[in-house]
């Protein structure tokens, strides 16, 4: 079992930049990391996600070459900078721990809390 706890949203402005940070309270080499986000009335929605070795990545088109998605095993906390941030950005971002990096919520056994990110126009 692991615990994770997301930090570093905010309120910032369309072409902003934003370092999300998930915290967790164990050995996150034993999982697949991802990123999900849900906004208002939504579904949750896939971001990103690397697998346990951390070589592979995968992200949503609707992300792809504004966010990158890392890791510091020594300090069990994955990151996701995000970039030339939009309005449609804006949402409820979790990070979560599973056995595979898939783009699936269900496939991941452990979630954190959310942190809030909103970009105005």
């Known amino acids: 079992q692991v615990q994770l706890v997301e930090s570093g949203g905010g309120l910032v402005q369309a072409g902003d930049s934003l370092r999300l940070t998930c915290t967790a309270d164990g050995g996150i080499s034993r999982y697949a990391m991802a990123w999900f986000r849900q906004a208002p009335g939504k579904e949750r929605e896939f971001v990103a996600s690397f697998t346990r ?3 592979s990545t995968k992200y949503a088109d609707s992300v ?7 890791r510091d095993n020594a300090k069990n906390t994955v990151y996701l900078q995000m970039t030339s ?3 449609e950005d804006t949402a409820v971002y979790s990070c ?3 056995n595979l990096p898939t783009r699936i919520p269900d496939d991941y056994n452990y979630w954190g809390q959310g942190t809030q990110v909103t970009v105005s126009s």
């Not at 792809?64 to 890392?70: A, D, L, P």
């Open 53 to 55: 070795s951390g070589w």
């Open 64 to 70: 792809k070459g504004r966010f990158t998605i890392s």
């Open 85 to 87: 941030l939009k309005p």
């Open 96 to 98: 979560a721990a599973g």
